[in-house]
């Protein structure tokens, strides 16, 4: 990323130079060399604003780990509504899971075990779901690509999320899956 912007740089600089130009710096050539050429350059010479940034870049379909650990980790969550659409057959999947480990799955309602119900607060938590940070979707996909929101309640807090077939990263597919299968037939 910094060899970029050096580039760039040094791009502009050529540009806006008006006197004779000296041999074209090489990638190894240091910024604050960069720097120093760009302050010694003719007055008249119009101003560059170059600005450099440690963020990276988003790219779709890539897990951005939070920054900082969840204080509130193990802390159980209130209520997980998990939905998916989309796909071959078109038929959506709504999942609503609470604390205590009831869940309806589209119509029918059921009970999960406690362990089932601490292994699936305990993913989340890895997950760090309210940290994470991410692109998971894309404009103009096909009908046959399935569409995924997970929404997470805890202590007044919620978290959503929507991914895509595609653009889901295999931890978020991972939660999506186990989702998925609650009170499958």
Partial sequence: MQRYGLILLILLLAA???????????LDTSL????????SAPT???AVRIIVTNQPEIIPGTLIPPATEDARAGTPFDRILFTRSGGLTGQSLTIEILADGTY???DASGQLPPDQVKALFDMLDRLDIFGIQGVFTAAGTGADIYQYSV????????RMIDAQDGLTPPELM??????????AP
């Fill in 104 to 106: 309806t799955r589209n």
């Fill in 151 to 158: 929404t997470v309640d805890r202590d007044g807090d919620s």
């Fill in 44 to 46: 008249s010479t119009p």
């Fill in 32 to 39: 604050a060399t960069v720097a120093a050429e760009a302050a």
């Fill in 16 to 26: 806006c130079q008006q006197t004779e130009q000296p041999p074209a710096p090489t």
């Fill in 174 to 183: 991972a939660l999506f899956t186990v989702l998925g299968q609650i009170g």
